[in-house]
C-alpha cells in the first residue's frame, strides 16, 4: 500500500512507500518530477507558513484570546494620552511658577500629583484586565481622585489670593 500525490498527469510516483517495489522510469521524467516536485514543496512551505502564521493553534489561539472586558486600542491611546498630557500640564505649571515667581503656581503643580497616581491606579487596573484581585486599585483610585481634587482646589485657592493680594511667596 502506497500513498500517493499528483503533481501532473506526466507525474505520479509514491510519496510512502510500504513495500519494497522499484520503478523505472526516464531521466526526463525524474528531472520534470523533480522540478514540480521543488515548485510543490515551495507553494506547500508558504502555505503552511501562512496558515501557521493566520490561524495559531486552538490551544494558542484561546491563550492568546483577550477577555471581552479588554480595553480597545482606541481606548488605551486615549488612557495613555491623557496620562501623557496630564504630565506634561503638570511641567508647564511649574514651568509657569518658576518664570513668573508666583510659587503658588508650583504648588498647583504638586497638588496634581494625586490625580496622576489616580489615572495610572485606573491604567494599571485596566492593563490587567479588570482584575478582581486588583478591585483594591478602584478604591485607591477614588480616594486619590477626592484628595487630588482637594488639593488642587486649595491650590487654584492660594493662587487667587496671590492673584489679589500681589503676594508672589503663597
Not at 490551544?59 to 482606541?74: F, I, Q
Amino acid at each position: 500500500m502506497a500513498a500517493y500525490y499528483t503533481l501532473s498527469a506526466a507525474c505520479t510516483r509514491p510519496l510512502l512507500s510500504l513495500h519494497s517495489s522499484s520503478s523505472s522510469s526516464s531521466s526526463s521524467h525524474r528531472k520534470r518530477c523533480s522540478f514540480s516536485s521543488a515548485a510543490l514543496l515551495l507553494v506547500a512551505g508558504a502555505t503552511v507558513a501562512g496558515v501557521v502564521a493566520c490561524a495559531p493553534p486552538a490551544a494558542l489561539a484561546a491563550a492568546l484570546e483577550e477577555p471581552r472586558n479588554a480595553l480597545s486600542l482606541p481606548t488605551w491611546a486615549i488612557h495613555v494620552s491623557s496620562v501623557v498630557e496630564w504630565i506634561a500640564a503638570m511641567l508647564l505649571v511649574w514651568e509657569y511658577g518658576e518664570l513668573s515667581g508666583f510659587r503658588a503656581w508650583k504648588g498647583l503643580s504638586w497638588g496634581m500629583v494625586l490625580p496622576l497616581a489616580s489615572a495610572l491606579c485606573a491604567c494599571t487596573w485596566h492593563f490587567f484586565y479588570d482584575s478582581e484581585s486588583l478591585e483594591v486599585l478602584v478604591a485607591l483610585q477614588a480616594g486619590l481622585t477626592v484628595f487630588g481634587n482637594l488639593t488642587m482646589c486649595i491650590a487654584a485657592f492660594r493662587i487667587f489670593k496671590a492673584s489679589q493680594g500681589g503676594c508672589k511667596n503663597l
